[in-house]
């Protein structure tokens, strides 16, 4: 089975420091792996996806991504954070290759970022 | 429509009641997801269609709860009899094609609160 693991419920940067969320998978067949990001009260949005391209994957609003298959990670970073980088992150890992017919996506539990001014 | 919509935003039930919960997809996605969110917590998945087939309800916490889509396109999930641990934000989300290639697009959510 597929799991998701995110370190750290909070994460609390200054403004202009770097952001580092963290996102541990466990997969059976090479996954496709995903961070979203959710407002309050609104629904999710993709920032970026790997789908077994590169491994540095450039998302929306400055945020990247690195797939590291022998460490089993998928972190997202951005170099210099922004008050309006303030939500909450979700990663999620799909495994295509199954024969299930499920096209699910499996989330961790989230990391609330706070950008401190 | 500009993304997925979903209604209503907020509802109210009292526990042992029925509830629907709307979602409306974006127009022309075939594959449309329900997720349940709980506080403080990472969507889980509930059930998934392909048009109007339900394809997988794996995540159907209990015979309460019931998802349609009947002419493929809105979807409605039922739960019957609701307890308080319903208590959640259901989102909807659609994709334009069948493959986990293409983008889910989620919905703003149904907050449903069971008192």
């Known amino acids: 089975a597929q799991s998701v693991t995110q370190l750290g419920s909070h994460v609390s940067v200054s403004e202009g420091a770097l952001v580092l969320l963290r996102c541990n998978y466990s997969?059976?067949?090479?996954?496709?792996l995903f961070w979203y990001v959710q407002y309050p009260n609104q629904g999710l949005q993709l920032l970026l996806k790997?789908?077994?391209?590169?491994?540095l994957v450039k998302g929306i609003n400055g945020f990247e991504a690195e797939f590291k298959k022998s460490e089993t990670s998928f972190h997202l970073t951005k170099p210099s954070a922004h008050m309006s980088d303030a939500a909450e992150y979700f990663c999620?890992?799909?495994?295509?290759?199954?024969?299930?017919?499920?096209?699910?996506?499996?989330f961790g539990s989230g990391t609330r970022l706070q950008v401190q001014p | 429509g500009a993304g997925v919509s979903q209604s209503p935003r907020y509802k109210v039930a009292k526990r042992g009641q029925d509830v629907a919960l709307r979602c409306d997809p974006i127009s022309g996605h075939v594959s449309l997801f329900w997720y349940q969110q709980a506080l403080g917590q990472g969507p889980e998945f509930l059930t998934y269609?392909?048009?109007?087939?339900?394809?997988?309800k794996s995540g159907l916490p209990s015979d309460r709860f019931f998802a349609e889509r009947p002419e493929g396109s809105v979807s409605t999930l039922k739960i019957q009899r609701t307890q308080q641990e319903d208590s959640a934000v259901y989102l909807c989300?659609?994709?334009?094609?069948?493959?986990?290639?293409?983008?889910?697009?989620f919905g703003p959510g149904t907050r449903l609160t069971v008192t």
């Open positions: 269609f392909q048009n109007e087939a339900q394809l997988d």
């Open positions: 997969s059976s067949v090479p996954p496709y």
């Open positions: 790997y789908t077994s391209a590169a491994t």
């Open positions: 999620a890992v799909s495994e295509e290759g199954m024969d299930t017919g499920r096209r699910a996506l499996t």
């Open positions: 989300a659609s994709s334009l094609g069948r493959g986990i290639i293409y983008e889910q697009y």
